[in-house]
């Protein structure tokens, strides 16, 4: 009876150990690539978007997750190819744990978004600010294309950085369009007062006067406008210079 007793402890005892020792694991247990599904996936999915390539988080591997692979392994200078091997989600993880977000700076007044998409700009904004505005109020409303804006300024689709670069063109801060590397070195550090740039190896946004330019907030309103934040984790943080 007590040597029956003590087997059943024992086997318990077995049984929790075998259970931590499965949840210290590193998550990633197989290579991720198109098809894929599962809490892994998504785990994969919740990292990318932290480490500032935004990715929705449902579980599927779609061809956005691929995408943010890809640009996350050419920013890593890895091969190329879409499909996350496990030594790429553990640095995936890592790149995520280093970002950090960036506190929103407070201009003195907030711009707003009218009914019709486009941003209206405070009395008291400087005038490089207000031709910014009036910029991106010509594309606002025009489509996503990728590499739209770069080849010339008029064009019938802009790019997440191409929408940028035509903006800041506009108020005669830029001659020549830049992609979203670009503009990780571009201008100065940090966040402006009225005017700042996030961008990474994959995308690139711009607050103005409190209002996000942003080419993913189109898919949504129809607009490039926005007065809803996002997460800055990931992304370097420039402005143009006095502004």
């Not at 950090?100 to 998409?117: K, T």
């Amino acid at each position: 009876m007590h040597r029956t007793l003590r087997a059943g402890v024992a086997a318990v005892a077995l049984t929790l150990i075998s259970v931590s020792g499965a949840s210290a694991a590193p998550y990633a247990s197989r290579t991720l690539a198109k098809g894929a599904s599962g809490s892994d996936v998504e785990t994969l999915q919740r990292y990318l978007d932290e480490a500032g390539y935004a990715t929705t988080a449902d579980g599927e591997f779609g061809p956005a997750t691929a995408r943010s692979v890809r640009s996350f392994e050419s920013a890593e200078q890895r091969r190329v190819d879409g499909k996350a091997t496990r030594s790429e989600q553990e640095l995936v993880q890592s790149r995520a744990a280093e970002a950090e977000p960036a506190p929103a700076s407070e201009p003195a007044e907030e711009a707003y978004v009218d009914n019709s998409g486009l941003a209206v700009a405070p009395a008291s904004a400087p005038a490089e600010v207000q031709a910014i505005i009036e910029a991106g109020n010509k594309i606002a409303t025009k489509p996503y294309r990728y590499g739209g804006g770069h080849g010339r300024w008029r064009d019938s689709g802009y790019d997440c950085s191409g929408s940028i670069s035509y903006a800041l063109h506009g108020a005669g801060l830029l001659d020549t369009a830049l992609d979203s590397t670009g503009f990780m070195r571009w201008g100065d550090r940090g966040e402006g007062e009225w005017v700042t740039i996030y961008a990474n190896a994959g995308h690139a946004y711009m607050t103005v006067a409190g209002l996000r330019f942003d080419t993913s907030s189109s898919k949504r309103s129809g607009s490039r406008w926005s007065e809803t934040t996002r997460s800055a984790r990931g992304y370097r943080v420039r402005h143009p210079e006095g502004l």
